[in-house]
């Protein structure tokens, strides 16, 4: 254990400085810079040995005396004086067993998998900051979850849906994005809540899918979902501008030399369906049946964190699912926290995040976004081994 007594500009940037004659006992065997967490908040220690999460940010007053203890995966930090608010023996190895930590190929990224509703991990506030919100939630449709309702009233689902929302705003940090998929249909719902809770509307973006649409009798068929993205604040803490290179159309007469910059109309990411269109990707049992009903494509959170994170952001999903968030946040070097209410989906994204199949690989995108504008600060150049498997 270390004591300090914290300085002004400690609280108020969100760091602890520790000596270095105290750096060998308090880190063991990591040499700095490397990731971590402090009291089950996302953290880094940078090379001149300072300990900064958003959880410190402001939280204590200046010159109060804190208590640091690393249990070998976790800091915990508490006032001095606060004795009896020490985690013991037993509440540090929960800490602990809470958080999942995988890192590669010399990476910092960081992943958590959470077990649970959404709404307790916001209540007791231990998600900790985040900078891009990929939010996919169920949408009413009728479809068999094992731990959710899909068949509830509507204004029960919206109110469900706008306290995520709320919550997500809250713990996002200043200028963190949001991403938020739904129903075509529902796009005034969203928009209202989006205005309710704070977020800055920024674009409807467009996802058109592949496959044929179903003919409807009495107005044009559907073939697209929408993603509505806004931010926290004024102006994006990140946005980065991403040039993409499709073939050239049949009007079209040359080839675009440098690619083109993309647009608020997604045509080139296909979906994963129920048929042939799910191809590899799709997460299937030693039968060859689906383990997920609505898994989304890694195509598609890839550009969504290319666009709107740098290496060593956080990457949120409230209803993970199948963990494909988190699964392409770890190649690109981003850290990740990901919720999830059922434990076949909890076991599903472990065994996803510690063997990555060839069809989660996202290296085979990398010549599609070439053209884009420092590519090289926003792709790693380091892409974990993939293992190759069928079946997980």
């Known amino acids: 254990m270390f004591t300090k007594v914290l300085q002004k500009s400690e609280i108020s940037r969100g760091f602890i400085q520790i000596p270095a004659k105290t750096r060998i006992a308090l880190f063991a065997d990591k040499k700095p810079p490397f990731a971590a967490t ?16 958003e959880y410190l940010k402001n939280r204590y007053t200046v010159e109060a005396k804190v208590a640091i203890i690393n249990n070998g995966s976790n800091f915990f930090v508490t006032m001095k004086d606060e004795k009896e608010n020490a ?28 077990e649970g509703d959404c709404l307790k991990y916001f209540e007791k506030d231990t998600i900790g900051k985040v900078d891009l919100t990929f939010f996919d939630p169920p949408y009413l449709q009728g479809k068999e979850y094992r731990f959710f309702d899909d068949n509830q009233s509507a204004s029960k689902y919206w109110n469900w849906i706008k306290t995520i929302i709320e919550g997500v705003f809250k713990t996002t940090s200043d200028g963190g994005a949001l991403y938020f998929m739904h129903r ?37 068929s559907k073939q697209y979902q929408i993603i509505t993205y806004a931010i926290k604040g004024n102006r994006p803490r990140v946005f980065n501008k991403i040039r993409i290179d499709p073939p050239p159309l049949p009007w079209h ?22 048929g042939y269109f799910a191809g590899d990707e799709a997460l299937r049992d030693s039968n060859g049946q689906r383990l997920h009903v609505q898994q989304t494509p890694v195509a598609l959170l ?11 952001d956080v990457v949120f999903d409230p209803n993970a699912g199948s963990g494909t968030a988190l699964v392409v946040a770890k190649q690109l070097s981003r850290n990740s926290v990901g919720i999830e209410i059922d434990p076949l989906n909890v076991e599903l994204i472990n065994k996803r995040m510690v063997a990555l199949r060839a069809a989660d690989d996202i290296s085979s ?22 293992k190759q498997q069928s079946h997980l």
């Open 38 to 53: 402090l009291n089950d908040s996302l953290a880094r220690v940078d090379e001149k040995g300072r300990l900064w999460s």
């Open 87 to 114: 985690p013991s023996e037993i509440e540090q190895s929960s800490i602990s067993a809470s958080v999942s930590v995988e890192r590669h190929n010399g990476s910092d990224a960081e992943y958590r998998v959470l």
């Open 184 to 220: 075509e249909k529902n796009a005034e719902i969203m928009l209202r809540i989006l205005r309710k809770t704070g977020w800055n509307f920024q674009n409807l973006i467009i996802w058109k899918k592949k496959t044929s649409a179903v003919p409807i009798e009495t107005r044009f």
């Open 253 to 274: 007469k040359y080839q675009h030399e440098n690619g083109v910059y993309l647009t608020d109309v997604w045509d080139d990411i296909r979906e994963l369906t129920s």
């Open 302 to 312: 890839l550009r969504i964190i290319l666009s709107s994170t740098l290496p060593g």
């Open 365 to 386: 995108h990398l010549e599609y976004y070439k053209y884009s504008p420092d590519l090289a600060k926003i792709w790693p150049a380091e892409i974990p081994k993939i």
